[in-house]
């Protein structure tokens, strides 16, 4: 937590705010999309090609099918354009939906509350939303620090 500013992620038992973004294809996503059919893993990190966030999204590629499944999407969500998200899925063999929270700038993030306005990123925030909309588990990592897949994977098994 760096000197002068506050996070404030949402909390567990909130409703996520919904949101429509497009995918590295210019796909919209919609939040409530997945409602009453799949738990959302939802996962903020600041910016495409950056070494923790390259190796985060890669150890997530590698680990697929606990992230992506008949119960399961992942939605990995950045602040930078749309086209730059189709490159770097591109090169990282990312086949799961890299979402650009570029314009309205950070608008999602936001939301969430994960938005580092000094730095115009966001932080790296994970969301797990059950299949009613609600948070059911969240952590939030200052910006150098990688995360912990094996905590997902079990906060889904307690879902």
Known sequence: MTKGTKHMAIEVGTKAPDFELKDQH????????????????????????????????????????????????????????????????????????VLSDFWPHGETSRAYGVFEEEKGCAVRGTFIIDKEGVVRWTVVNGLPDARDLNDYVKALDTL
């Not at 950056?50 to 969500?77: H, I, S, W, Y």
């Open 26 to 97: 210019g796909q919209t996503v919609r939040l409530a999309d997945f409602r009453g059919e799949k738990n959302v893993v939802l996962l903020f990190y600041p910016f495409s090609f950056t070494g923790v966030c390259t190796g985060e999204l890669c150890a997530l590629r590698d680990e697929l099918p606990k992230f992506v499944n008949d119960d399961v999407q992942l939605l990995a969500v950045s602040n930078d354009s749309p086209f730059t998200q189709r490159v770097f899925s591109e090169q990282e063999g990312l086949e799961y939906p």
